[in-house]
């Protein structure tokens, strides 16, 4: 079994506790598990089209804001945890839970979170900064202030880092390229139950085998190490692989653009246009993701 070397150049890393934090991790993500039909409930009357309206302008309004991808992530997560405890939320008050819940990842999260009011003007002012205060406080104590669920980006690095010196090829297109396929995800219902490092697994194996132009066979790009750092085979990743072929399939012609958009960017390498991703891989494994859903 190959171990990656510890690393003594950025102590900030604790390459001496890495295992037992990543274990911790792992036990921690399942204390915070979404379910997979949350909204089935009787009188629910939110559903999975409204989430995503929603998430696609949150995406929006976050990177407005410039803030970390953290505070992204834990919004939805906040967001979806709330969803799931208080299913009295109206249509009216859906947009409100989405702003709160990015006001508090961006205090959780940010240095410098921006103010209520700037989230009251993003609302177009159909709230007031009251509602939000006092949004706040049912989300907070409906959530009992847990707010700690590990993110995906947490393991995703965990996960790039380990690849990058186990297999030579990897660099920083694996790794934005992972990004924008877990981001894709965000505004899918669909997607929400899934662990985040089962989505970090994934995303990362998924980038391998699409930057991959050497036809290296898959259980070579994801090696017995890849396993062992992310605790996942490739064969168990391989319905989620291709879900996410099923979501990059489906980009281009979505109204939800927001993600796509972003990484669009020269910052961000131009990812979500590279012509991979219209490679006979992604859309083989689309296909698959299709007639299983059907």
Request: proline share 4%; hydrophobic share 40%.
């Amino acid at each position: 079994m190959y171990c990656a070397p510890i690393r003594y150049d950025n102590p900030q890393l604790v390459s001496y506790y890495a295992k037992d934090i990543y274990s911790y991790l792992r036990q921690l993500e399942k204390s915070y598990l979404i379910g997979a039909q949350y909204m089935d409930v009787d009188g629910y009357t939110i559903r999975p089209t409204m989430r995503t309206i929603l998430v696609d302008w949150l995406i929006d309004v976050h990177g407005r804001f410039k803030m970390l991808q953290e505070t992204l992530y834990l919004s939805i997560s906040v967001m979806d945890s709330f969803l799931q405890v208080d299913s009295t939320i109206n249509r009216r008050e859906l947009q409100l839970v989405g702003l709160t819940a990015m006001l508090i990842a961006a205090k959780f999260e940010e240095t410098w979170a921006p103010e209520i009011n700037d989230f009251v003007y993003m609302s177009d002012k159909a709230y007031t900064s009251k509602d939000v205060l006092a949004m706040e406080c049912r989300m907070l104590q409906k959530l009992d202030f847990r707010l700690g669920r590990p993110l995906p980006l947490h393991f995703l690095r965990r996960n790039t880092q380990a690849a990058s010196q186990i297999l030579d090829q990897v660099d920083v297109l694996h790794h934005t390229l992972s990004k924008y396929l877990m981001e894709l995800t965000l505004p899918e219902y669909s997607f929400c139950h899934y662990l985040p490092s089962q989505l970090a697994a994934a995303a990362l194996c998924l980038s391998l085998r699409i930057l991959d132009e050497s036809d290296t066979e898959s259980n070579e790009l994801w090696n017995h190490s890849m396993v062992y750092y992310s605790g996942y085979t490739y064969e168990s990743l391989e319905p989620l692989m291709e879900k996410l072929c099923g979501l990059i399939a489906a980009a281009d012609v979505s109204k939800f653009q927001a993600v796509r958009k972003k990484y669009a960017c020269s910052k961000l390498y131009n990812i979500s246009t590279i012509p991979h991703l219209k490679s006979p891989l992604v859309t083989v494994l689309a296909k698959r993701a299709v007639a299983v859903k059907n």
